[in-house]
């Protein structure tokens, strides 16, 4: 799995730092797909075959890690939302996307309950994640569609909500769709007075 680099890294990385780094991200992607994201940072590095040192000298945290992990996927659901704008109402568009999301909340066990804090990361797919999300978010409250009392995290906390659901069996993922439109039915009503 490539990896693009963090936007808070300065200058690329020497030959052999870029190869640790990958060699840290292709672990990291089957160690989670195997046992979480709450799997022990310890054997991520020995499945790298890299120090411990090493591993948090590219990755401070684990939700640094899982952020850099979910890079791409975060990039490329940012991309075919932008890429649909223009066929979808801003209704439908906002629920397209946090379909996606869910549904990338669920690719680790475990994700879905650090998507909040995985999204503060400053990577380019965070970063593009959180801009697309709150885009969407202003398009759908200026045609009334949401209410403007809605506010990204708002979204982010029903994403989790909906993928802690699926991930602890309480839903299968077929329902993913049924819920984002009950929720996204409930914020579109008026404020109570």
């Given at each position: 799995?490539?990896?693009?680099?963090?936007?808070?890294?300065?200058?690329?990385?020497?030959?052999d730092?870029?190869?640790?780094?990958?060699?840290?991200?292709?672990?990291?992607?089957?160690?989670?797909?195997?046992?979480?994201?709450?799997?022990?940072?310890?054997?991520?590095?020995?499945?790298?075959?890299?120090?411990?040192?090493?591993?948090?000298?590219?990755?401070?945290?684990?939700?640094?890690?899982?952020?850099?992990?979910?890079?791409?996927?975060?990039?490329?659901?940012?991309?075919?939302?932008?890429?649909?704008?223009?066929?979808l109402?801003?209704?439908?568009?906002?629920?397209?996307?946090?379909?996606?999301?869910?549904?990338?909340?669920?690719h680790?066990r475990g994700?879905?309950?650090?998507?909040?804090?995985?999204l503060?990361?400053?990577?380019?797919?965070?970063?593009?994640?959180?801009?697309?999300?709150?885009?969407l978010?202003?398009?759908?409250?200026?045609?009334?569609?949401?209410?403007?009392?809605?506010?990204?995290?708002?979204?982010?906390?029903?994403?989790?909500?909906?993928?802690?659901?699926?991930?602890?069996?309480g839903?299968?993922k077929?329902?993913?769709?049924?819920?984002?439109?009950?929720?996204?039915?409930?914020?579109?009503?008026?404020?109570?007075?």
């Amino acid at each position: 799995m490539k990896s693009k680099l963090s936007a808070t890294d300065e200058a690329p990385l020497r030959a052999d730092a870029a190869r640790n780094r990958e060699r840290i991200l292709e672990a990291a992607e089957e160690v989670f797909l195997e046992r979480g994201a709450e799997a022990s940072l310890d054997d991520i590095a020995k499945r790298a075959k890299v120090g411990i040192g090493t591993l948090y000298r590219r990755f401070p945290t684990r939700d640094a890690l899982l952020a850099a992990t979910s890079d791409e996927r975060l990039l490329s659901l940012a991309e075919a939302s932008r890429a649909r704008d223009e066929k979808l109402e801003p209704s439908a568009a906002i629920r397209a996307f946090v379909k996606e999301l869910v549904n990338h909340a669920s690719h680790y066990r475990g994700l879905a309950a650090l998507l909040g804090t995985v999204l503060q990361e400053d990577t380019p797919g965070c970063h593009a994640g959180r801009e697309e999300g709150r885009r969407l978010l202003q398009r759908a409250q200026k045609t009334g569609a949401v209410r403007k009392d809605v506010s990204f995290d708002d979204l982010v906390c029903m994403v989790t909500a909906i993928s802690l659901a699926i991930e602890q069996g309480g839903s299968s993922k077929s329902r993913v769709a049924h819920l984002v439109d009950l929720f996204f039915d409930g914020i579109g009503r008026t404020k109570a007075v």
